[in-house]
């Protein structure tokens, strides 16, 4: 979300607010891959969380009849994406 693209106010609000529930939808998506596979979800990759939602989005719309086994696909996948030692983070 570096620019915005929206001119007027309400479209900028509007905006901001889909980028804050993609945001959530990610981080409820890294918590359930750790509660499912018993890691810490802080140790999840943020940025690849996010890449692996939008893919799975297009296989959704390609696929609806299969949520069930796309979701546990996505949770094993994110479960996958640990992020590297990092010592200034707890």
Request: hydrophobic content about 40%; charged content about 25%.
């Amino acid at each position: 979300m570096e620019v915005l693209r929206c001119q007027n106010p309400q479209m900028v609000r509007k905006e901001i607010h889909g980028h804050l529930i993609g945001y959530d939808l990610a981080r409820a998506a890294m918590l359930a891959s750790a509660l499912k596979f018993r890691l810490c979800s802080t140790q999840r990759s943020f940025t690849g969380s996010l890449q692996e939602l939008r893919e799975i989005a297009w296989h959704i719309k390609l696929r609806p009849g299969r949520l069930p086994e796309q979701r546990d696909s996505l949770l094993e996948t994110i479960s996958e994406l640990a992020v590297g030692h990092r010592p200034e983070r707890q």
